[in-house]
């Protein structure tokens, strides 16, 4: 498909001035997209933005999306990154992530046909992505993590499983699934004094740890067979949890 075409005919469609060959285009106030074609013309590589927009950091996106696409999808084809980046504006942000079609199925309604064409980057956090995720598991990571130009915290990857017998609370089926670090914070609290309860949570690098409360103390002890549990109180608990999932 003329991909060019197809862009020029976006709604409000103007050249991008931070950048050559690129475009941006508006189809309702504070809704912004800016995207250039990849190298080989095949793609259009495109930034969104909502009540966000920065023209300079959205250039500075497209400047690493073009220096990076092929080695960041070789990565991973659904769900990406690449480390290093910076931009105006965005400075606490140190990576880029891009998605492919499968996962954001962007233009699906208005035009399907661009869909398998189209990748999405925005600037994220190292420590939202563990590299390995499958469709699935991109598809969960897109749905939660903002992929505009605004400025905010990051949204560490972690999964977790439960089991409280205080609050009678517990995670649907025997697998771990994401969840935020602060619910996995409040989860560890609410275990205080629930006999028998269970914390199992996983960081991005893949290292598992199960946390469990019995007779009034605190064990921590990974899900290697040959660990032994360690004491530990619920203030190091959390701050033992919290470099977890944040490194």
Do not use: C
Not at 10 to 36: I, M, T
Not at 135 to 142: D, K
Not at 183 to 196: F, H, N, S
């Amino acid at each position: 498909m003329d991909l060019k075409s197809v862009i020029a005919g976006f709604p409000n469609a103007v050249p991008f001035d931070r950048w050559s060959g690129a475009w941006h285009w508006y189809p309702a106030p504070g809704l912004d997209f800016v995207g250039v074609l990849s190298r080989d013309g095949e793609r259009l590589l495109q930034v969104n933005a909502t009540d966000s927009f920065d023209p300079d950091a959205a250039a500075a996106v497209l400047a690493f999306a073009i220096e990076h696409e092929e080695e960041m999808f070789a990565e991973n084809p659904y769900l990406t990154r690449a480390g290093g980046f910076r931009a105006p504006g965005l400075r606490r942000f140190d990576a880029l992530a891009g998605v492919g079609p499968r996962v954001h199925d962007f233009y699906a309604v208005e035009q399907p046909e661009l869909t398998p064409h189209t990748r999405i980057f925005f600037p994220a956090y190292d420590s939202e992505f563990s590299g390995r995720e499958n469709l699935v598991e991109a598809r969960a990571r897109y749905d939660v993590l903002p992929v505009g130009l605004e400025d905010r915290p990051p949204l560490p990857w972690v999964k977790m499983h439960h089991i409280n017998t205080r609050t009678q609370s517990r995670s649907t089926g025997p697998d771990r699934g994401f969840t935020d670090p602060d619910v996995l914070a409040m989860e560890l609290r609410e275990m205080d004094g629930g006999e028998g309860s269970l914390v199992e949570f996983e960081n991005r690098h893949g290292k598992v740890w199960r946390v469990r409360w019995s007779d009034g103390w605190w064990y921590a002890d990974s899900t290697d067979p040959t660990a032994a549990p360690t004491d530990i109180t619920l203030d190091d608990l959390l701050a033992f949890a919290y470099d977890r999932v944040h490194n």
